[in-house]
């Protein structure tokens, strides 16, 4: 028996933040063109790498735009759970084009190590002043939601990497205008590839977790049992499974063995109301299914998990 009322959220915690991720696309991709022009002009690489980052964040912050829209297709027959696991293969491929991006940084850097050309700093310190400011707003933007939403999250780190990687861009300036040391900006360079590694890897994780259904963050399945068990009308449960369709959706299941006094409809009822109302209060999960089975259903069973 299913605990009732209790479908899939409509919209994922990427859609409900849209409006702000147009707002940075448009940003980002004006920076970008600034980024380029001023990187030809002044001859700089790390100014050059920060735009393709930029670029590479305008292209991710995208794609997750259009997986949140295709997000909110409904579920068909075949897809029962409809489309919201785009926004995942979504970040999937944001974080392998940081990987791309760092690694083609990190080769360029190499290669132009001991062939600087001559740079102009005074156009790199205002192009990397100007990328500064235009992260630090997209930053603020993106703030408030980064915590929700998987593809939001890598849209903000993106954002704060090219912030790092802007401030990269003004010191190795600095360092050419008082110092003369060219080498500064391939430095710079290789500052920002090492910026985007371990970024790229975080939310790589994160999207690992997800397809292998691993539990939400939080979410303990040792815990649930024991406040399953708490409910009253309750004497065990076995097969607790939670997993993450999509950020911000949260999913459980799990069989329930009840005594045999609430094998009645209005007994069982009740008790799953119970179960749900423990499962959102505690848990905050808002689709629960429940098996609700006597003591003696458990030898047709074939346990999937304890």
């Not at 940003?27 to 990187?39: R, Y």
């Not at 001991?114 to 102009?120: E, G, K, L, M, V």
């Not at 954002?159 to 060219?182: C, F």
Request: hydrophobic share 50%.
């Amino acid at each position: 028996m299913n605990a009732h009322d209790h479908g899939l959220p409509q919209g994922t915690a990427t859609g409900r933040h849209r409006r702000k991720l147009i707002v940075v696309v448009a940003i980002t991709l004006s920076v970008v063109l600034v980024q380029v022009v001023g990187a030809v002009w002044s001859g700089s690489l790390a100014l050059l790498a920060d735009a393709g980052h930029m670029l590479s964040d305008a292209a991710g912050v995208s794609i997750a735009l259009f997986a949140s829209w295709i997000a909110t297709r409904p579920a068909t027959r075949r897809s029962t759970y409809g489309y919201q696991r785009a926004e995942v293969l979504a970040a999937l491929a944001n974080a392998i084009i940081l990987v791309v991006i760092a690694v083609v940084i990190l080769i360029e850097a190499l290669r132009r190590f001991n062939t600087s050309p001559d740079i102009r700093s005074d156009v790199m310190i205002v192009t990397a002043v100007i990328g500064a400011v235009a992260n630090l707003a997209c930053l603020l933007i993106l703030r408030g939601g980064q915590a929700e939403s998987l593809n939001l999250r890598g849209a903000y780190l993106e954002v704060l990497g090219d912030l790092l990687g802007s401030v990269a861009v003004i010191i190795a300036a600095v360092v050419i205008a008082t110092t003369g040391y060219l080498p500064a900006d391939t430095l710079a360079s290789i500052a920002i590839a090492l910026m985007i590694l371990p970024r790229a890897w975080s939310l790589l994780r994160d999207v690992i977790n997800v397809l292998l259904e691993s539990a939400p963050k939080g979410v303990d399945s040792e815990m649930i049992r024991s406040h399953i068990l708490g409910v009253r009308g309750v004497v065990g449960v076995h097969d607790i499974h939670a997993w993450t369709i999509t950020s911000g959706v949260p999913v459980f299941s799990a069989h329930v063995v009840v005594d045999g006094a609430t094998l009645n409809a209005e007994g069982l009822d009740q008790v799953l109301d119970r179960l749900t109302h423990c499962l959102r209060d505690h848990f905050d999960t808002q689709h629960c299914t429940f098996q609700l089975e006597p003591a003696e259903h458990a030898i047709h069973e074939s346990r999937q998990h304890a």
